[in-house]
């Protein structure tokens, strides 16, 4: 077995390796307690100085073993070896050390420490700034810190919505009674704890409550938990983020113990939890001591030594010298005397330490050492020594001569910080207590309540009775339960324990500047004199020092470093820590991956497809697909062989020549009803409506206020006070809302009811010369004569069996039919109608072509052509625009605004350009004088451009400035590229001017 | 040509899709157990109503024709049989009456209902899809913010819904006295919500049905 591991601690083996290191654990371990076992010492090289490092913690606060977990396309960053479960065929890899972590090249700049002070980078590699880029890269590449998979993510990850009356963070002692008392009242409670298995700190303690080992007594609340239907437990579950309307974010770990990788099982989940009310009982970390060179791998916090040798049954050394301000840590000096090793001596910096865990400690015989610190550690890859000197009681001086240890592991502890993180979420600004020697989580801004070690109470009988009033407190301000703690108190045993000292930064022979570092933040090298330094050079506030010296910057967010790099900071500006202040601490806790934040929206699911009932037939025929919105409509259906160009010049030709069918069936539809309908909708349109006979159909566009054109369509009278009301396709949701808008707010008076009905109808567009003689095969009942059905006009009818509703509009300027039926009929009447036209060579015909159809006649496309600046009058569509209007419309008053009677507003036009085959670039700018000094007056710019093989000619429409009066003048088009291509500007309509085939 | 009319429900492409973990594809899906099954409702009326909840003779008519009293209390359904109101609005309701003809339910409210009323045919924009098994809720708070545990239980002629947003598109969802879930959703929307509740329920075994 493992040099390090316990006799007594046994299990099934894992093996796993570390930096390709073949090693076995035993399952239950972390990869920290696993590594541990198996004496290595250095897990990985500090972020700047590329100083070997070792384990320090066993949690969240783990600042040094941070590690690449799996290779390929699974691989994940920056884990925390101490939250990282092993799991059989585990591979793990140092993020920091390169080539490795025992030869690092940067350790040659490490050895040069004393020459990087903070801001390092900033002051050395600012200048030449072109440079920064070049260093950035080196220095980076250098320091590390994880890489990221550049394959796509194999796992599957999503979110889960949750909603309770009482959200518990944590699953120690606090959170685990506070759940059992709102669990009994009948509250919906969903607890949540980091760990796998719940208990938090009792996991890891020889504590007895209830007459219950701390371990069995957990074992028994969690089962009674279990036993309620009301209670949800969730391990491996870290709370990450505390949001307004008490909303909290939960980061789920389903699979990542286990190492797998599967489709079909969601390694992480996030749960975005709506929780009435909060209980916080997320514990507490301990805080380490700052002493020179206290980094070297074998200096580990008190707390996380007990935690090796009581949870995992790893002993992480032989001769341990612990190193205190505070009774509580000789629990370590006890647990490690019943491992059979060495405790060297205990190093207590008080005076006279004299509570009942001193006196067991002392009681085995124990060496306990007053008022002295450990002032320096001594050893390269691993402790050798401990230098010990007596100290004043201001704990701010050597006073005496130094002393060496032999050790080869030095556990500290300087007290204990609350865990307050996600109280400072909500917006609670910590409150700074000389007692407890921490921040209490401050004035509450949301429906929570603190419990246990987050709130400073840190002995057990307090937290359990905390947590149980915390709980049956939560649980009543949610509506359930009476208040009042209904479970008896748990009885714990209890020691009478001193004060502890407040020591920020152990003292050294030397003055901070001049000793060896003394480390307050592991991860980014930060030392007691960097932020010493930082206030000689001006910086006083805490977030400027915190961002000057990188302090609480790493992935462990200080949650180790910051109260003593505030502490110090303090003391150099000679001011309190309450006057200093902290940073605050946002979500999110620890990291969180972004696969679990996206969930399921992503590849195909990212944004919703929207499909037509005739999408298949589509994809059958090998179209290609255009995003309008969130629909796919067909582009261009390319034959075998055929350039987009080739198709889309095929599809028009048939189109003009003979027929071809669209899909139109993306376009909104609104139904509208009511005896105000026409007035209503008269109102909305610039024309009116109020004549418009059933039957009969009308185009019209809509403006803003602002006189401005933002959505066009037609509009048909289906009976007495009942319109339909066709929208663009994007418009459609915006259209809706708008109407409901001025309905609602501006005439409620007018009784009309809108509903939308896009997904309804499906719409088959057939247009062409041949249209009617299609239309005729497939309907017998209307009379399809234009005497009988002329353009502008709708009937009733069967198309293909199914009852149609059938409109004679035209996008493209030719005889056309629109046929309406029901979606679920879409499909076979859309066949029926290919079929029909099959002896005309009917063609399907995608949006490409639609867009040069319509373009040949001068058609706009609302946000083409316009972009919400332009007024009818600009489109030259001032016949649209009604004048005797009795009632105004919306935009009528803008349109007389005296910015919209200037004679150079930009106006539609068209253009043509001198060679015939060159097609303009849409968005190209238009210039009157192609040889004026850049920069050139712009005078309008090109809105839409294509080739119309219908004409033999490239066409553009553009808006250009007085247009409208400039027909026949040449203008230029200034490309990117430095060439120019010149054009005449010619009327908007260039295909049947006076619009009569559409008549037919 | 044939004559024969083809009729393609919103899910049509879907019927007999399954998604599970270790199942393999050559099976059919009613081998495969699943603890979350989509049925698609046969076609339906569905009709968009509009009205005033505050007019008795408009409720009272609308209850005649249906054989189903109209839901004024928001968030609720009531149900008769094939028939069924939803509650959408303070003055909009959705009918839906299984295996009716749309236009002859259209005019026979016509012919009770006076005032300003509208009434809209929308059966071939939406249909009607339950979700089914012990899957069923979680899938559920896969899909939508809406705390649907928060209701009270349906019972046979009556419970709860909502409409609300469903993955990324929307959905009127309410509850079965079996449990079970209806879902109204949109056709153009269909496509992306089978794919999305088939990846949502593939953990726990998803298949999806014709009714």
Not at chain 1, 317 to 337: E, I, P, R, S
Not at chain 1, 748 to 766: G, N, R
Not at chain 1, 794 to 801: E, H, K, L, M
Request: glycine share 10%; with cysteine.
């Amino acid at each position: 077995m493992s040099a390090n591991r316990l006799p007594t601690h046994t299990g099934a083996t894992i093996d796993f390796t570390f930096n390709g290191r073949a090693l076995k654990g035993i399952a239950g371990d972390t990869l920290a307690s696993a590594l541990l076992a198996n004496g290595v010492d250095v897990v990985g090289r500090s972020f700047k100085y590329a100083r070997p490092r070792g384990i320090f913690g066993h949690g969240a606060e783990e600042p040094n073993g941070i590690i690449q977990l799996g290779s390929g396309a699974g691989t994940v960053p920056n884990l925390k070896a101490t939250q990282v479960e092993l799991y059989q065929g585990l591979e793990a890899f140092s993020v920091n050390g390169w080539p490795s972590v025992d030869v690092d090249i940067m350790g040659i700049i490490g050895a040069f420490g004393r020459l990087m002070p903070p801001g390092f980078y900033y002051k050395t590699f600012m200048y030449p700034k072109k440079l920064w880029m070049t260093y950035e890269h080196f220095i980076r590449k250098a320091a590390g810190l994880g890489a990221t998979p550049v394959k796509d993510d194999p796992d599957s990850y999503d979110r889960l919505n949750q909603h309770c009356d009482v959200l518990v963070v944590g699953a120690g002692p606090a959170g685990l009674v506070a759940a059992r008392e709102a669990a009994r009242t009948g509250a919906r409670v969903i607890i949540a704890d980091e760990q796998s298995e719940f208990g938090g700190s009792l996991l890891a303690s020889k504590q007895s409550i209830d007459g219950l080992i701390a371990r069995d007594w957990v074992a028994s609340l969690v089962a009674e938990l279990g036993a309620y239907s009301n209670v949800q437990m969730l391990p491996r579950s870290t709370v990450f983020g505390y949001y307004d309307h008490n909303f909290l974010t939960i980061l789920e770990r389903r699979t990542d113990h286990l190492g797998l990788t599967s489709a079909h099982q969601v390694r992480q989940r996030m749960h975005r939890v709506r929780a009435a009310q909060v209980v916080l009982a997320t514990g507490a970390f301990e805080r380490p001591l700052v002493f020179a060179h206290n980094d070297i791998p074998g200096v580990m916090l008190a707390s996380s030594v007990s935690t090796y040798v009581n949870r995992y049954g790893v002993a992480p050394g032989n001769k341990l010298v612990l190193f205190t301000t505070n009774d509580n840590a000789y629990q370590t000096a006890l647990d490690w005397h019943q491992t059979g090793r060495d405790v060297v001596a205990v190093i207590d910096t008080r005076r006279d330490p004299c509570g009942d865990m001193v006196v067991a400690v002392k009681a085995l015989g124990i060496d306990v050492i007053a008022g002295h610190g450990v002032i320096e550690a001594q050893g390269n890859k691993r402790v050798k020594r401990a230098l010990i000197a007596p100290i004043n009681e201001a704990g701010t001086e050597v006073i005496g001569a130094v002393r060496v240890l032999d050790c080869d592991l030095i556990a500290c502890s300087g007290g204990w910080s609350p865990a307050i993180h996600l109280s400072s979420h909500t917006g609670a600004k910590p409150v700074w207590d000389e007692n407890i020697v921490g921040f209490r989580p401050g004035e509450s801004k949301q429906q929570e309540r603190s419990a246990g070690a987050c709130r400073g109470t840190f002995d057990l009988a307090g937290c359990l009775a905390e947590g149980a009033t915390a709980g049956a407190d939560a649980a009543n301000c949610s509506g359930h339960g009476e208040g009042s703690t209904q479970f008896p108190m748990c009885a714990v045993e209890a020691f009478e324990e001193q004060p502890q000292q407040a020591l920020f930064l152990v003292p050294h022979s030397k003055s901070t500047s001049r000793a060896p570092s003394q480390f307050v933040d592991f991860q980014l090298d930060v030392s007691a004199s960097a932020i010493e330094l930082a206030v000689r050079e001006g910086f006083e506030s805490v977030e400027h020092v915190k961002r000057y010296t990188a302090l609480g910057f790493g992935t462990d967010q200080g949650k180790l470093g910051n109260i003593n790099g505030m502490a110090i900071l303090a003391n150099a500006l000679n001011q309190s820590i309450a006057e200093t202040g902290t940073t605050i601490f946002r979500p999110s806790y620890t990291p969180t991956t972004f696969g679990a934040i996206a969930g399921r929206d992503v590849n195909n699911l990212f944004d919703p497809e929207r499909y037509t009932a005739m999408h298949r037939w589509h994809m059958e025929q090998g179209a290609e697909f255009e995003n309008v919105g969130q629909w796919k409509r067909p582009w261009y259906f390319p034959h075998q062989g055929e350039s987009m160009q080739d198709a889309v010049d095929r599809e028009g030709l048939a189109v003009r020549n003979s027929v071809g069918i669209l899909d139109a069936t993306t376009l909104g539809k609104i139904d509208i009803q009511g005896p105000d309908a026409a007035e209503f909708i008269s109102r909305i349109y610039s024309n009116s409506y109020l004549k418009l006979a059933p039957g009969k159909c009308r185009y019209g566009v809509m403006l803003k206020e602002d006189g401005m054109i933002f959505d066009d369509g037609v509009c048909a009278c289906l009976g007495d006070n009942h319109y339909l009301m066709f929208t663009t396709t994007g418009g459609a949701a915006g259209v809706l809302a708008w109407l409901e808008l001025w309905q609602q707010t501006e005439w409620p008076e007018l009784q009309v009811y809108f509903t939308s009905v896009t997904d309804h109808w499906t719409t088959a567009t057939v247009t062409g010369p041949n249209a009617r003689k299609v239309i005729a095969k497939v309907c017998s009942d209307i009379d399809l004569s234009n005497e009988a059905f002329p353009f502008m006009d709708w009937r009733d009818g069967t198309v293909a069996g199914i009852k149609a509703r059938v409109f004679r509009i035209s996008f493209t300027g030719e005889l056309c039919y629109e046929v309406n039926v029901p979606a679920h009929y879409g499909r076979h009447v859309w066949e029926a109608l290919i079929a029909a036209g099959e002896e005309f060579d009917i063609t399907p015909y995608g949006t490409e072509t639609m867009h040069i159809l319509r373009a040949e006649k001068g058609f706009i496309i609302v946000g083409q052509d316009t972009d919400g600046s332009m007024t009818p009058a600009d489109m030259n569509m001032d016949w649209v625009v009604g004048k005797k209007k009795t009632f105004s419309f919306i935009g009528k008053r803008s349109l007389r605004r005296s910015d919209m009677l200037r004679e150079n507003r930009k106006q539609l036009v068209g253009l043509k350009t001198l060679e015939a085959k060159t097609v303009l670039p849409e968005g190209a700018q238009v210039v009157f004088d192609a040889k004026q000094a850049i920069p050139m007056s712009m005078q309008g710019h090109v809105t839409s451009s294509y080739y119309s093989a219908n004409l033999g000619h490239a066409i553009a429409l553009a808006v250009v400035k007085g247009g409208h009066s400039r027909l026949g003048q040449i203008v230029h088009c200034p490309l990117a590229d430095g060439h120019t291509i010149a054009a005449e500007i010619v009327s908007s309509v260039f295909y049947d001017p006076k619009g009569e085939r559409h008549h037919v | 040509m044939s004559n024969a009319i083809k009729v393609e429900s919103p899910l049509n492409y879907f019927h007999g899709s399954f998604n599970k973990s270790s199942a393999s594809d050559s099976l059919f899906n009613n081998q495969v157990d699943c603890d979350l099954v989509i049925k698609e409702a046969p076609l339906s009326a569905h009709l968009n109503l509009r009205g005033d909840a505050n007019d008795r003779n408009f409720c009272a008519a609308v209850a005649e024709v249906l054989d189903v009293s109209l839901p004024l209390q928001p968030g609720t359904y009531q149900r008769n049989g094939g028939s069924s109101i939803y509650w959408l609005g303070p003055s909009e309701w959705l009918i839906v009456q299984e295996g009716a003809d749309p236009a002859s339910l259209e005019a026979a409210l016509r012919e009770s209902l006076t005032g300003h009323i509208s009434i809209v045919d929308v059966s071939g924009g939406q249909t009607c899809i339950n979700l089914r098994g012990t899957a069923a809720a979680t899938v559920l708070k896969k899909s939508s913010v809406y705390d649907f545990e928060g209701w009270d239980g349906a019972t046979a002629n009556s419970g709860s819904v909502v409409q609300t947003t469903f993955a990324k598109a929307s959905a009127a969802v309410s509850n079965r006295s079996d449990g079970s879930y209806d879902l109204v959703i949109r056709r153009s929307f269909a496509d992306y919500l089978a794919q999305w509740l088939l990846d949502a329920g593939g953990e726990f075994g998803c298949r999806i049905e014709q009714g």
